[in-house]
């Protein structure tokens, strides 16, 4: 089983950019899809974007497409997810997970194993 660290969270202005990164551990990182997901105080989790195995094929909330990039280096067992113009609805502890399914889907029950999460606080 793979396990995945996040970091990179932290407290930033809007506007501003952050990127966090999602350490596995294990030598099959690469053969699973990953996403990112979010929990607002509150609210349930979300999706916010995930990646194929080769680092291909990539989806986006909607709420993010356009200032979210997720990227991955298998070399590196790391998954990343590079966040621009930042806004304080984006406020939210953020996970990585690895996908159950291939291409990975957009519901939480799909994914599979879990990171602690990383907080990520934007001020206005």
């Known amino acids: 089983q793979v396990q995945l660290v996040e970091s990179g969270g932290g407290l930033v202005q809007a506007g501003g950019s952050l990127r966090l990164s999602c350490a596995a551990s294990?030598?099959?990182?690469?053969?699973?899809?990953m996403g990112w997901f979010r929990q607002r105080p509150g609210k349930e989790r979300e999706f916010v974007a995930s990646?194929?195995?080769?680092?291909?094929?990539?989806n986006y909330a909607g709420s993010v497409e356009g200032r979210f990039t997720i990227s991955r280096d298998n070399a590196k067992n790391t998954v990343y997810l590079q966040m621009v113009t930042l806004q304080p609805e984006d406020s939210a502890v953020y996970y990585c997970?690895?996908?159950?399914?291939?291409?990975?889907?957009?519901?939480?029950?799909?994914?599979?194993?879990w990171g602690p999460g990383t907080q990520v606080t934007v001020s206005s």
């Open positions: 997970a690895t996908s159950l399914l291939d291409p990975p889907g957009r519901i939480s029950t799909s994914y599979a194993s």
């Open positions: 294990g030598r099959t990182f690469s053969s699973y899809p």
């Open positions: 990646i194929g195995r080769r680092g291909v094929n990539t």
